[in-house]
Antibody, heavy 120, light 110 residues
Framework: QVQLVESGGGVVQPGRSLRLSCVAS????????MHWVRQAPGKGLEWVAL????????YYADSVKGRFTVSRDNFKNTLYLQMDSLRAEDTAVYSC?????????????WGQGTLVTVSS | QSVLTQPPSVSAAPGQKVTISCSGS????????VSWYQQLPGTAPKLLIY???ERPSGIPDRFSGSKSGTSATLGITGLQTGDEADYYC???????????FGTGTKVSVL
């Protein structure tokens, strides 16, 4: 079955960096676009980034553009999110999600997420 | 601040029906498929509806989706206590070049 397992979260000071990973299994990782989504404590879902199946096309939410970078390694079945210049408002559970073969309107499977806390 | 608007909460008795609206614009709902996600307390979101009205395997037909113009609707019939959760609509926004979620709706079973 499809599994998405995030890691790399933790407590980090404002202005520092953190890299999240998402290991995928149970499907052909190199065939699907992948998303990062976050949810601040007690808040709703916020989309963060999308990367195409081949890693060529990348899209970001305005709130993270210029600070976060999404990438993938199709040989390792792994998705990454490099987060730089972190701010308190970036505190959230970060989840990866698998897209669909065509289009970008559906996040089909979701991981459980990893918590990132930005605090001094 | 989300570009997709949902009611904060809806409620009904067990066995009854609820509907959740999701209002957007031509750059998102008006020209793209809508998905719906269910988030049970303390768990990751799960896909309920995709491409406006399609259900993934394993999702009961008590859940249905529809779209008209720049709005979409999720319906839940035969409401059960296990349906108490937060529900989000979502779609691609062509103007923002990004995915957008609704503000979320909490469903309560009275």
């Amino acid at each position: 079955q499809v599994q998405l397992v995030e890691s790399g979260g933790g407590v980090v000071q404002p202005g520092r960096s953190l890299r999240l990973s998402c290991v995928a299994s149970g499907f052909s990782f190199s065939t699907y676009a992948m998303h990062w989504v976050r949810q601040a404590p007690g808040k709703g879902l916020e989309w963060v980034a999308l990367i195409s199946y081949d890693g060529i096309h990348k899209y970001y939410a305005d709130s993270v553009k210029g600070r976060f970078t999404v990438s993938r390694d199709n040989f390792k079945n792994t998705l990454y999110l490099q987060m730089d210049s972190l701010r308190a408002e970036d505190t959230a559970v970060y989840s990866c999600a698998r897209g669909v073969l065509v289009g970008a309107t559906t996040l089909y499977y979701w991981g459980q997420g990893t918590l990132v806390t930005v605090s001094s | 601040q989300s570009v997709l608007t949902q009611p904060p909460s809806v409620s009904a008795a067990p066995g009854q029906k609820v509907t959740i609206s999701c209002s957007g614009s031509s750059s998102n709902i008006g020209n793209n498929y809508v998905s719906w996600y269910q988030q049970l307390p303390g768990t990751a979101p799960k896909l309920l509806i995709y491409e406006n009205n399609e259900r993934p395997s394993g999702i009961p037909d008590r859940f249905s989706g529809s779209k008209s113009g720049t709005s979409a609707t999720l319906g839940i019939t035969g409401l059960q206590t296990g349906d108490e959760a937060d529900y989000y609509c979502g779609t691609w926004d062509s103007s923002l070049s990004g995915y957008v979620f609704g503000t979320g709706t909490k469903v309560s079973v009275l």
